[in-house]
């Protein structure tokens, strides 16, 4: 299937195309069998610089922008993939990289570029307050040249293939802040000196074979030097990543799109019933057309979310309409695409089970559907808050 979309940064697609053949459906089914990492995958993309697109090149990266690192995204998933392995390496780069000290910086960034370090995970969501950021319970008190965590989180991914993390606490107690979104801090956590030293990690077993944990702080002590720009000044940093991660997950939806649209509409054109092709028949041919109506819409709006997020302009619409608008599509895609193939979609080895539930993750993270309804709602329609 020829898109439009394809013209956009061919080299990099090619490139990105050509390291994912040699990873095959058939890997990833494995690992989603084995409920395992793909870390082969990962380290190839790593070897490749993919993984480094973010980081400047004065800190070892290739120095590219939100657009060129959602391409990377889009072409894994549209290849088969799963970008969700890996995408907290993106999406992170942007607190750090925007707020972050040089000193930082130059401690991090040349060692996450080259591999030695993974940068995957960010710690904000907690099970009392989900989306409702500002009433993080999780605190971390400064003493002397330490700041001392206590609080617990949930659904923080890829902690068991990271290196280190990004944490959101509360340094300053909700009442004594003048608004709700101040007095909350950012710290990189060293992970690997983190766990069992006042850091539980619980994994979720899930319905996507996506690494997820519980995480349960206590006493655990993290360098004053770990706090990244100022302390209160957390939740406006971390908007950034969200805008960030909600775009890339747009662009991961977009190849799950085309993906199931290729894979439904070259099976409708060979699978032939009652002497002639199903897909010459309109009741099969309507869904599957909308469905990719709605991938290249939702690809119009990524890409003008992240033309805005390079520009250092706000783009906190655009990223939540970019990705309500592509998880709908990629959801309504897979749906059409499991039921054309009829029986044979709920096997295995066809691969579109497992893709079916991986795309239906992005209707429920990283943001509900509702919240962003909700959000446009009030930020664009200037209707009166419901929560």
């Given at each position: 299937?020829?898109?439009a979309?394809?013209?956009n940064?061919?080299?990099i ?8 053949a040699?990873?095959?459906?058939a890997y ?6 084995a409920?395992?990492?793909p ?7 790593t ?11 004065e800190y070892?990266g290739?120095?590219?922008g939100l657009?060129?690192?959602?391409v ?9 993939g799963n970008s969700g392995?890996c995408h907290?390496?993106?999406y ?20 996450i ?5 993974r ?9 009392t ?6 009433k ?18 949930v ?24 608004k709700k ?14 766990i069992?030293?006042g850091?539980?990690?619980?994994p979720?077993l899930?319905?996507v ?10 006493n ?22 969200l805008?960030a991660?909600?775009?890339l997950?747009?662009a991961?939806c977009?190849g799950?799109g085309y993906?199931?649209?290729?894979r439904?509409t070259?099976?409708?054109k060979?699978?032939v ?6 897909g010459?028949?309109q009741?099969v041919q309507?869904?599957?057309a909308e ?5 290249e ?9 992240c ?16 990705k309500?608008l592509a998880a709908?599509?990629s959801?309504e895609a897979?749906n059409?695409?499991l039921?054309f ?7 295995c ?11 239906r993750?992005y ?7 509702n919240?962003?309804l909700s959000y446009?709602a009030?930020?664009m ?7």
């Amino acid at each position: 299937m020829n898109n439009a979309n394809d013209k956009n940064f061919p080299d990099i697609r090619d490139a990105v195309r050509d390291l994912c053949a040699q990873f095959p459906d058939a890997y990833f089914r494995k690992v989603d069998e084995a409920r395992g990492y793909p870390a082969d995958f990962v380290d190839a993309l790593t070897r490749a610089g993919w993984m480094a697109a973010l980081i400047p090149q004065e800190y070892g990266g290739s120095g590219l922008g939100l657009t060129e690192a959602s391409v990377i995204m889009e072409e894994i998933n549209r290849c088969g993939g799963n970008s969700g392995a890996c995408h907290g390496q993106m999406y992170n780069m942007g607190t750090l990289l925007r707020h972050g000290s040089e000193a930082q910086k130059r401690a991090y960034l040349p060692k996450i570029a080259n591999g030695e370090l993974r940068l995957q995970s960010m710690g904000v969501t907690e099970p009392t307050t989900g989306t409702d950021t500002t009433k993080i319970k999780t605190t971390a008190v400064k003493k002397g040249d330490r700041y001392v965590v206590n609080g617990q989180k949930v659904w923080i991914s890829r902690i068991q293939h990271s290196d280190l993390m990004i944490l959101l606490a509360r340094t300053t107690p909700l009442p004594d802040v003048k608004k709700k979104s101040e007095g909350m801090s950012i710290f990189i956590v060293d992970l690997r000196e983190a766990i069992g030293k006042g850091l539980e990690v619980r994994p979720i077993l899930n319905m996507v074979n996506h690494e997820t944990n519980e995480l349960f702080f206590e006493n655990l002590e993290i360098p004053a030097e770990n706090l990244i720009g100022e302390e209160g000044q957390g939740f406006k940093y971390i908007l950034d990543g969200l805008n960030a991660e909600r775009t890339l997950i747009a662009a991961e939806c977009i190849g799950d799109g085309y993906w199931f649209i290729d894979r439904v509409t070259k099976y409708t054109k060979e699978r032939v019933v009652f002497g002639r092709p199903i897909g010459q028949n309109q009741g099969v041919q309507f869904p599957i057309a909308e469905s990719f109506i709605e991938v290249e819409a939702a690809n119009l709006m990524r890409y003008e979310a992240c033309r805005l997020f390079d520009a250092h302009q706000p783009c906190g619409a655009q990223a939540n309409m970019a990705k309500y608008l592509a998880a709908k599509a990629s959801w309504e895609a897979a749906n059409a695409c499991l039921q054309f193939h009829g029986g044979f979609g709920f096997a295995c080895e066809y691969d579109i089970e497992r893709k079916f539930r991986e795309t239906r993750l992005y209707q429920v993270a990283p943001i509900s559907t509702n919240l962003i309804l909700s959000y446009v709602a009030e930020h664009m329609l200037g209707l009166p808050r419901s929560f």
